[in-house]
């Protein structure tokens, strides 16, 4: 009876412990621009509510439709995605919805802006001469490709037509472009610096100049389930995601070593201390308008939408700190 009595106590003591455990939140990460959040598994001394009120579990995805079937598989609960990407799977029904910000394409010469590039000197000296050319992207249907087309336009010419959009990855760019195989290739950090100090390449045109106003890059979004059922550990998660920002924004060279020390990035720490960032709002509010209006040109100029999709159903901020 004695022994039976302490099996039964022993099994309600490790479901009380298993009650009592913090939420865990599975996280699906990239490997560019998301510096704040890298610091929360880098730099937990600056999360206080990690361990106590949330767990956090951060998985490397090297593209953005694997965390899309990974969320749709039940493997996810959150993770970051370019804003168009969000829009992509909202239209396609997918139960999520953007809460914070990572990152914008922003003007103004202390940012970063993707940058699109070609032979330094070579015959393309302003995006018209790309016609009867080939313009390389990271994917179809991507920013990378939004932004190439959106440029194309601008400058009277077709996409696809009098301008072929090629994919292919960012370290195949610089050779790529060198060699003649694309007339303009698509650069963000560390590769731009990368590629620039090898010389020989130019800019033609940024992200923020092809769309021309500064938008939303990358962002944070959770599975509506999910914030449905765990409405405190989303917010505890949020308010350390902001503090995270904020320091990383006011100790941009020491986070930056501590995330190359605990090997978030591969580009040798001397380099990416001195690459400009990408611009970051200190409270990680999202710019939803900029969002409207990249669904617009999405569904109006691009055709890439069936229906439009409702952007402020889509974002939900009311989970970020006051």
């Known amino acids: 009876m004695i022994r039976i009595l302490v099996l039964v106590i022993g099994v309600l003591s490790a479901v009380t412990a298993l009650a009592e455990e913090p939420t865990l939140i599975r996280f699906g990460r990239g490997f560019a621009a998301e510096e704040q959040v890298w610091l929360m598994s880098a730099r937990p001394d600056l999360t206080p509510n990690q361990g106590k009120k949330y767990r956090l579990k951060q998985i490397l995805f090297q593209a953005n439709p694997e965390r899309f079937q990974a969320f749709l598989a039940g493997e996810l609960d959150a993770g970051t995605a370019p804003g168009l990407s969000v829009i992509f799977v909202r239209a396609q029904g997918l139960d999520m919805k953007i809460v914070a910000s990572v990152c914008q394409e922003a003007a103004g010469k202390q940012w970063f802006s ?15 001469d790309l016609k009867g050319g080939t313009i390389g992207v990271v994917g179809y249907k991507t920013a990378t490709d939004l932004w190439a087309r959106a440029a194309l336009l601008k400058a009277g010419l077709v996409p696809d037509k009098d301008t072929k959009v090629f994919s292919l990855g960012f370290p195949a760019m610089g050779d790529s472009v060198r060699t003649g195989k694309i007339q303009a290739g698509t650069f963000v950090e560390p590769f731009y610096s990368a590629e620039v100090a090898k010389g020989g390449l130019r800019k033609l045109f940024t992200a923020r100049e092809a769309v021309g106003y500064d938008h939303e890059l990358l962002d944070v979004w959770f599975g509506e389930k999910f914030l449905k059922a765990h409405p405190e550990a989303v917010r505890a998660f949020l308010s350390d995601y902001v503090a995270a ?41 999202v710019n939803v308008e900029s969002l409207r209006k990249l669904s617009s040109f999405m569904l109006d100029k691009l055709h890439w939408l069936d229906k439009p999709v409702d952007v402020d159903q889509m974002v939900d901020l009311s989970y970020l700190p006051r």
């Open 114 to 128: 993707t940058t699109y590039m070609v032979k330094a000197d070579g015959p393309i000296k302003r995006i018209q």
């Open 245 to 285: 920002t904020k320091y990383y924004l006011a100790h941009t060279e020491q986070a930056k070593r501590d995330l190359s020390k605990a090997h978030f990035v591969r580009t040798p720490v001397e380099i990416y201390v001195k690459n400009r960032d990408w611009k970051r709002d200190p409270g990680d509010r």
